[in-house]
């Protein structure tokens, strides 16, 4: 039993937070704990990342601080009622739908239940930081509140890399804010789920589609990288992954057939994120989606930069 002078919190609850009025610790026994935080130290979320790398889920305060932990906390819903009630307008309440969707996919693939709360917080933060831009904001919303494969692949992809990069030690907010990014922004461009289902070049050659619809998928990685810099958001190298997101490690990829040892490892990494998710749709997130995905990740994506990403994925996914 551990020790009854402190109380159990989850990490998730520092998540909003920037000082904390209290001492925090971790427990590394049921009589030693370790102070990792003073009252009123300032902190950011890279230090909730590191905890939950290492799968520690919660942190300890004084049974005496109880009463200030709880004020905090309330003072912390408030707060977010007044400024989430956009959540619920039309059409943005559809939102709080998709991020369900999500949520059930990423705990039931086995992603650890914080990391999948810590990565809807950034995802929902990212989207309400495009509110001032009402042409991007309502194109952002569109993608993301239709109940569709589209919607659902746009999140899920971003928090299936953010798992993978957390599982890789790449594994800080400005990191995970790159693949939440990517994941808003890589289909942007795209109307409609058939044509975000379309994954190599030899598809577009195959499916009889108008030349509108061609034109809009072989140009949708570099429109999409446009809208992102057009935005003047600062997130560095975003626009690099959102613009290969559909290059392959054999160089039959487009739009600029960069090969394995081409490619930047962070869009590698986005890449077989991109791969999970077409697999888990195609198979309906049964078990053979995984057989399929670990012989497809061994034989294919393992040269060149797409070494460490592949084995991140294995590592969190299959072994």
């Known amino acids: 039993m551990l020790n009854k002078k402190y109380l159990k919190v989850p990490f998730k609850d520092l998540l909003g937070h920037y000082q904390v009025p209290c001492d925090l610790y971790i427990s590394l026994s049921e009589k030693k704990f370790v102070k990792i935080l003073n009252a009123n130290q300032f902190f950011d979320e890279d230090l909730i990342l590191k905890y939950l790398y290492k799968n520690v889920s919660f942190f300890y305060l004084n049974l005496s601080d109880k009463n200030i932990w709880e004020e905090l906390l309330l003072a912390k819903e408030k707060l977010e009622i007044k400024q989430d009630t956009f959540l619920y307008d039309d059409p943005a309440k559809e939102l709080t739908n998709t991020f369900r969707r999500i949520r059930k996919y990423s705990i039931e693939m086995g992603i650890n239940k914080d990391v999948v709360e810590l990565v809807e917080g950034l995802q929902q933060k990212t989207i309400k930081s495009f509110r001032q831009n009402k042409y991007l904001y309502k194109n952002l919303l569109r993608m993301v509140t239709t109940n569709n494969y589209l919607a659902d692949h746009s999140l899920l992809v971003s928090s299936i890399s953010c798992a993978i990069a957390m599982k890789m030690s790449w594994s800080t907010q400005a990191t995970l804010k790159k693949f939440i990014i990517a994941g808003l922004f890589h289909?942007?461009?795209?109307?409609?789920?058939?044509?975000?289902?379309?994954?190599?070049?030899?598809?577009?050659?195959?499916?009889?589609?108008?030349?509108?619809?061609?034109?809009?998928?072989?140009?949708?990685?570099?429109?999409?990288?446009?809208?992102?810099?057009?935005s003047n958001l600062n997130c560095p190298n975003a626009d690099k992954i959102i613009l290969y997101h559909h290059e392959l490690p054999d160089g039959s990829g487009f739009p600029q057939g960069l090969n394995s040892f081409n490619i930047p490892p962070y869009a590698c990494l986005f890449i077989i994120a991109e791969e999970v998710v077409r697999a888990l749709f195609h198979y309906e997130f049964k078990e053979a989606a995984w057989d399929y995905l670990e012989e497809k990740i061994t034989s294919e994506y393992i040269s060149g930069n797409f070494g460490k990403p592949a084995q991140g994925f294995l590592s969190c996914f299959i072994t």
């Open 187 to 230: 289909d942007i461009c795209l109307d409609n789920s058939e044509l975000a289902k379309v994954h190599y070049i030899s598809e577009v050659e195959i499916m009889n589609l108008p030349e509108e619809d061609v034109k809009k998928i072989i140009n949708h990685p570099s429109d999409g990288a446009s809208k992102f810099l057009e």
